[in-house]
């Protein structure tokens, strides 16, 4: 028998590392390194994930055939001093800053991962759009599809499309820094208050609040899009050019004033901005995806990279029909690119053939990551003394569904952690979605973040079209559709005169927990042969209530990424205002846990480093 054909993919030192095993063509584990450090967008060189790929794998780095990196850093290299000496003398200071970390780290990537993995054979490297292209199009479950990848920049590339075929794929045209629609997107997002690179989501679900009264604005004078959605940016209203900020003075007079502040009040200007830069997004989207259509013919589309993660966009470009079916990755910025380069390396490299498997993709529902045994986190509990109550198998559901109908706030730690930024059914916080009262509670006493942010359904695929204006599954969250209009509520002029943040307080329909105020939900569909745990206990409060969705977000707090250890459960549980945690078996009732205590050396009892 041949022996096995062992890929480690890597991407690091952007933002969001990550480590990917591929096995034989195989997805045997994937993870983002902010689970293991506990920094959100952690970027430095993902050791623990990588150690956690191989383990799951039962190897060790000298087992590898191939260690491959997401993208050139020397490319990327050569457009960041060409940038720099374009833009001079500004910038100056972004330079001398930026240029120590190159010097020590991202110019000498094989030696960083011979050490840090103790791995002494091939190295390669996959250009960043490539990598995102592959991780969209080889685990679909399509032999052929139509490929666009969207983000801020790779190495010089902010956008391409292409053809994947069999196990080829072709890029056949690119738009180049510093022309960006993820750029763009997150220039709104800086201007308003939010973090680059980690607030676009808010930024998205603050959009349905305003108006879109700065959208002739935008595209007079920010962006000259063209019919087949190529566009270029006026560069003199933004300053990422520079490295320094990402917009300037003219931008702030454009938009009548400078930038919100981080903490301050979010007022009628940001929601119009937010609005008006969804639309222009959406706009580019659609056009981008017309043209891809018109070119190439074909019937399914694959998209990746950092903007593919706009699920509102992704509802648009398939309700406008140019598509039979798309399929997103659901890792789809920097993270996913360890994965695609892995992949791009199976297929083009080894030449070998991609294994279809009737209509599914191959990305194992995203579960990629760390599972504890009911062992250890049993040991978790008795060692430290957290009251705990076990279960049998079939009660979990049924105690958790019961729990949720009565109003209870349920974190749900099962499984296999999730690849990609959203949580879909093994580090979740779950609730009653029929729960007028829901969003505002988890917002603020769950996961402290602004009240305007909205929630996700999961519902159960067989019946999504029940609650949805969707005919289809959607397990990584990564589509917008309408709540059905029999499901929708009549909220006659109470609704007409609510602005602003008052829409929040209107009743919209009969899962308002998870109707966002245009009547749309971010929706996750879950099978049972992929999540049986998770499906059964959404089975279990159907039964129970007649509704087959809850509410589902993600298991942490703002500011910290979602948990990963049973210790990372239990801390955001007592940290909160969650009423029970359920772990594997074990069901916690926060009224009769002890204060919590911190521990010094947590890590070490899973055996993380």
Request: aromatic content about 10%; some cysteine.
């Amino acid at each position: 028998m041949a022996e096995k054909v062992r890929i480690l993919g890597i991407s690091a030192f952007y933002h969001d590392s990550a480590a990917a095993l591929v096995v034989d063509g195989e997805i045997v584990a994937a993870a983002q390194e902010e689970r293991f450090t506990r920094k959100k967008h952690d970027f430095e060189f993902p050791r623990h994930a990588a150690r956690y790929c191989l383990a799951e794998g039962g190897i060790v780095a000298a087992d590898l055939d191939a260690v491959v990196f997401y993208d050139k850093p020397l490319l990327k290299f050569e457009r960041i001093l060409e940038t720099y000496i374009a833009y001079a003398p500004r910038g100056i200071r972004s330079f001398f800053t930026s240029m120590p970390l190159w010097l020590r780290e991202k110019l000498f990537v094989p030696s960083i991962i011979r050490d840090e993995l103790g791995y002494q054979g091939e190295i390669l490297f996959a250009e960043h759009h490539e990598s995102h292209a592959a991780s969209a199009f080889y685990p679909s479950p399509f032999r052929e599809a139509a490929i666009v990848t969207l983000d801020g920049v790779g190495e010089w590339t902010t956008t391409s499309w292409g053809v994947g075929r069999d196990n080829r794929i072709e890029l056949r045209e690119e738009i180049r820094f510093p022309h960006s629609l993820g750029l763009l997107y997150s220039a709104f997002t800086y201007f308003t208050g939010f973090k680059v690179n980690s607030g676009e989501y808010k930024l998205m679900g603050l959009a349905p609040y305003g108006e879109p009264r700065y959208v002739d604005l935008i595209l007079r004078e920010l962006v000259d899009l063209k019919d087949d959605g190529s566009f270029r940016l006026n560069m003199k209203y933004f300053d990422y050019g520079a490295g320094l900020r990402m917009t300037n003075k003219r931008f702030a007079d454009l938009f009548g004033g400078p930038p919100r502040a981080g903490e301050a009040e979010i007022t009628q200007r940001e929601m119009d901005m937010a609005r008006s830069i969804q639309e222009v997004t959406e706009e580019i989207m659609l056009r981008i995806a017309r043209h891809v259509h018109r070119e190439t013919g074909m019937k399914r589309l694959c998209l990746a990279g950092g903007v593919a993660l706009n699920c509102v966009g992704n509802g648009r470009i398939l309700r406008e029909g140019l598509f039979e079916d798309l399929w997103i990755q659901p890792a789809a910025g920097d993270a996913g690119g360890a994965l695609g380069a892995a992949l791009l390396v199976w297929h083009e490299r080894y030449d070998k053939p991609r294994v279809l498997r009737g209509g599914r993709d191959s990305q194992r529902a995203s579960y990629l990551g760390p599972a504890f045994p009911d062992e250890v986190i049993e040991s978790y509990l008795k060692e430290n003394a957290y009251p705990h109550e076990k279960l049998g198998g079939e009660e979990i559901g049924e105690r958790v569904a019961a729990l949720c109908e009565s109003g209870a706030v349920v974190g749900w730690f099962q499984g296999r952690m999730e690849f990609g930024p959203r949580a879909l059914g093994s580090r979740s916080i779950v609730g009653d979605a029929r729960s007028p009262a829901m969003q505002k509670i988890m917002n603020l006493k769950i996961k402290y973040r602004e009240s305007f942010r909205p929630f996700a359904p999961t519902v159960l695929e067989d019946r999504v079209s029940e609650y949805f204006d969707l005919d289809r599954e959607s397990p990584y969250m990564l589509l917008t559709a309408r709540v059905r209009r029999d499901k929708c509520v009549d909220c006659g002029p109470e609704a007409e005169r609510a602005r602003g943040l008052g829409k929040l307080d209107v009743v919209r329909s009969e899962i308002p927990a998870v109707t966002h105020v245009d009547y749309s939900a971010r929706i996750q569909t879950v099978r049972r042969e992929d999540n049986p745990g998770y499906y059964d206990m959404i089975e279990a409060f159907r039964r129970r209530t007649g509704c087959a969705v809850i509410i589902n977000t993600s298991f942490n707090v703002r500011g910290e990424p979602i948990v990963c250890t049973p210790h990372d459960a239990y801390r955001c549980f007592m940290r909160t205002e969650m009423d029970y945690l359920v772990m594997g078996p074990f069901l916690l009732d926060k009224a009769l846990q002890p204060k919590l205590e911190e521990t010094a050396d947590w890590r070490a009892e899973f055996a993380l480093d």
